[in-house]
């Protein structure tokens, strides 16, 4: 896309019927990520740096999720309609020099950058003043409908709470998808003429149809079809409808790139996760954020694994929970297993069932392999911890640390009182509380005597 050209994003929306209270509408999550977020990757490869957008309901929450975007963020006060939105941007748009802006709904995550690219094409190719994508929708439901006249022109665009069927006749098939190219030049004067005169008393970007033809304009619809990617989400049911269509294609194509999904309407994979040919996922699972799965490793169903690496030959087994974790090759992981991040496995180390570990590294070989927390700990190569063990990394105020050198053995119901050290081939017995640092090759016991006395009756 040339210079000349911006693109701007509508996301100062409430988003009233997704019944989300402080969260805005773009902000809605699908497979982890906002609905802006798809917004913005739709865009990106065409406009680059020249995407901007309009905040205004829950600005703060957009703006932390995007940080980097935040310089090219429009601020609508008032939420008065999009046709309030684009005037709100306009000076900041035209003072940055450009000729042409793409406006697009921050609610429609489906959309692909092909169909923005289609629309200024053809717009630019016939030189239109105004032209707006549209689709054909087997359930116009709230979107706005699309009047040609006999000639097949288009007439006017008419917001779903204004039309009447006895005034307009009987609702075409034709919806507006909230996708615009607008020459700047050709409607910078007709901005003044925009009205709320409407069953909303909001000012709508559609007027500027009417409006462009009555200045004798071109005014272009590109009709797409029945293209799903272009509809905008307004309710819980198409939140979650657009939420299947995307887990749908993206497991698709995990497969088509020799990624063996068991079970795979029931692998929800986040757009940002990568996984090599040759891993095997079993559903249902949910693998979101910036995931990596490499060749050989294998996640069995019920798991949820976020922002975490997977290295080659992993195991992940049944009902375990990962988050920004490492694992190295070779490891075993669960079942019932929870690393929290900064939980670092080693190669070929093992965490069994109901073991937690966070900010903390289990070495190469290492097990703790039941009814564990390891936090705030590093553990050496071939040590062995002992169910039922803590380390006791948190005083009330501060976090302290757990240090256990290669080849220790850790014997069942050990209490590990941080900040404290167990050196290399040490043994603490079973049912210690360690509370002084354990010497290399030593053997550590705090249990007390065992007493057998007679049975009272």
């Given at each position: 896309m040339n210079e000349a050209t911006c693109a701007l994003v509508l996301a100062a929306g409430k988003g009233t019927r997704m019944h989300a209270r402080d969260l805005p509408k773009v902000m809605m999550p699908i497979l982890g990520e906002p609905m802006l977020w798809y917004v913005q990757r739709a865009l990106t490869p065409s406009f680059a740096e020249h995407v901007y957008t309009v905040v205004g309901f829950g600005a703060d929450r957009v703006a932390e999720a995007f940080p980097e975007s935040t310089e090219r963020f429009v601020h609508q006060e008032e939420q008065l309609g999009t046709g309030h939105a684009l005037v709100t941007a306009w000076p900041r748009l035209k003072a940055a020099g450009y000729r042409y802006v793409v406006v697009v709904n921050g609610d429609t995550p489906l959309l692909r950058g092909a169909s923005v690219d289609r629309l200024v094409?053809?717009?630019?190719?016939?030189?239109?003043?105004?032209?707006?994508?549209?689709?054909?929708?087997?359930?116009?439901?709230?979107?706005?409908?699309?009047?040609?006249?006999?000639?097949?022109?288009?007439?006017?665009?008419?917001?779903?709470?204004?039309?009447?069927?006895?005034?307009?006749?009987?609702?075409?098939?034709?919806?507006?998808?909230?996708?615009?190219?607008?020459?700047?030049?050709?409607?910078?004067?007709?901005?003044?003429?925009?009205?709320?005169?409407?069953?909303?008393?909001?000012?709508?970007?559609?007027?500027?149809?009417?409006?462009?033809?009555?200045?004798?304009?071109?005014?272009?619809?590109?009709n797409?079809?029945?293209?799903?990617?272009?509809?905008?989400?307004?309710?819980?049911l198409e939140l979650s409808d657009a939420e299947e269509l995307l887990r749908a294609e993206i497991a698709h194509q995990h497969l088509n790139h020799g990624v063996r999904l068991h079970n795979p309407a029931g692998c929800r994979i986040g757009p940002r996760v990568t996984i090599k040919p040759g891993a095997q996922i079993t559903g249902p699972c949910e693998l979101m954020g910036e995931t990596v799965i490499d060749q050989d490793v294998v996640v069995d169903a019920f798991c949820h694994v976020m922002e975490s690496w997977l290295s080659q030959g992993a195991q992940v087994r049944h009902f375990s929970h990962l988050e920004k974790a490492e694992v190295g090759p070779g490891c075993v992981v669960g079942p019932y297993a929870r690393l929290r991040p900064g939980a670092i496995l080693e190669e070929?180390?093992?965490?069994?069932?109901?073991?937690?570990?966070?900010?903390?590294?289990?070495?190469?070989?290492?097990?703790?392999?039941?009814?564990?927390?390891?936090g705030d700990a590093e553990i050496g190569e071939g040590v062995n911890i002992g169910a039922g063990t803590i380390t006791c990394n948190y005083d009330g105020v501060r976090k302290h640390k757990t240090v256990i050198g290669n080849g220790a053995f850790i014997g069942s119901n050990t209490a590990l009182v941080a900040p404290v050290t167990v050196g290399a081939g040490a043994l603490v017995g079973a049912g210690s509380t360690i509370t002084k640092d354990v010497a290399q090759g030593s053997l550590a016991l705090t249990r007390a005597e065992q007493r057998q006395l007679p049975r009272r009756k």
């Open positions: 094409e053809e717009a630019t190719a016939r030189k239109a003043a105004l032209a707006f994508l549209s689709v054909e929708a087997p359930e116009p439901n709230a979107f706005g409908r699309v009047l040609r006249d006999a000639d097949g022109r288009v007439s006017a665009i008419i917001e779903a709470k204004d039309y009447d069927p006895e005034k307009h006749g009987p609702a075409p098939r034709e919806v507006n998808a909230g996708l615009y190219f607008l020459d700047m030049q050709f409607v910078e004067p007709l901005l003044g003429w925009l009205g709320n005169t409407n069953a909303a008393r909001e000012y709508y970007i559609t007027d500027l149809v009417e409006l462009a033809i009555a200045d004798n304009n071109l005014v272009l619809a590109v797409c079809g029945e293209d799903p990617t272009l509809m905008g989400i307004n309710t819980p070929k180390a093992k965490v069994g069932n109901f073991v937690e570990m966070k900010k903390a590294v289990l070495g190469k070989g290492s097990k703790a392999s039941h009814l564990t927390y390891l």
